[in-house]
């Protein structure tokens, strides 16, 4: 949504929620390169070919990060201010949400690598390229 903000597709971006106990008042979340996914992935795929059974790994970045720290990412990336409103908590949301990747490092020897400002710089040239 924050790249479609800057795209010119959505004039604002809603932000649910800025009176959680977190660091800022909005929510926190595991943000994860699209690439950094893909390669969780394809690790797992390795990992089942040598290993029988059933296993539940969590693939994430590990990081909790903030909704505003997102938009400060997207907002380096772009050069721009980003205009966001806050709207009122959505039913059903926590204050925090992310994973814990440590298993999939044990197992697998996988962890996300891409920073949150290669993520949003990769995302905002996705959307860019969308919008041509």
């Not at 999939?104 to 290669?118: E, N, Y």
Request: proline fraction near 2%; charge should be positive.
């Amino acid at each position: 949504y924050i790249a479609r903000v800057l795209s010119g597709q959505m004039e604002v971006l809603n932000v649910f929620g800025n009176d959680y106990p977190t660091r800022d008042g909005t929510g926190v979340r595991d943000y994860i390169h699209v690439m950094d996914l893909a390669d969780g992935h394809a690790s797992a795929l390795a990992f089942l070919q040598a290993h029988q059974g059933w296993f539940a790994i969590n693939l994430g970045s590990g990081k909790g990060l903030t909704v505003l720290e997102v938009v400060k990412s997207f907002e380096r990336a772009s050069q721009k201010s980003i205009p966001y409103r806050f709207m009122p908590r959505r039913d059903g949301d926590i204050a925090e949400y992310y994973a814990d990747a440590s298993y999939a490092f044990a197992l697998m020897g996988w962890r996300a690598k891409r920073s949150i400002d290669c993520s949003c710089s990769s995302a905002l040239r996705f959307q860019q390229n969308l919008a041509k």
